[in-house]
């Protein structure tokens, strides 16, 4: 039993542990972008993850990433589009989503999907039969 108790809790700090952190690669992939303008996307890249702002906000920043000179742009703008936004889930039942259609603007960034704690949850299923 205190194996199982062992297993269970290192797998939930894992899984807590892993949730911390995910704005960071987007913003430091941005940063590596170089220059002025780069450091200045980076840094209102965290703001367009808070639950709170709208769901569209990511992807127009996402687009003037791409936008910047650099080989990396593009990547770094994949990245801010699958980043993971932070909704409360006492709430709603699913973080929100942006309907524009036309967004982003950029083709190489059409068709990401955004990270979701809903594929934790399916891990939790998964390991233990059970849902959250």
Avoid: W, Y
Avoid at 18 to 45: C, K, P, Y
Avoid at 77 to 103: G, I, M, S, T, Y
């Amino acid at each position: 039993m205190f194996a199982f108790k062992s297993i269970l809790a290192f797998t939930l700090i894992s899984v807590v542990t892993a949730r911390f952190g995910q704005e960071n690669l987007a913003q430091g992939a941005i940063q590596a972008l170089g220059g002025g303008q780069a450091a200045t996307l980076a840094g209102q890249s965290i703001s367009t993850l808070l639950a709170g702002t709208n769901a569209c906000d990511k992807l127009r920043l996402a687009d003037q990433v791409a936008l910047l000179d650099g080989a990396g742009a593009i990547d770094a703008a994949k990245k801010l589009v699958q980043a993971e936004k932070n909704f409360n889930p006492f709430a709603v039942d699913r973080p929100n989503v942006c309907d524009d259609a036309n967004l982003p603007a950029t083709a190489a960034l059409r068709g990401i999907l955004p990270v979701s704690i809903h594929h934790i949850l399916g891990l939790f299923t998964d390991i233990f039969g059970t849902s959250c």
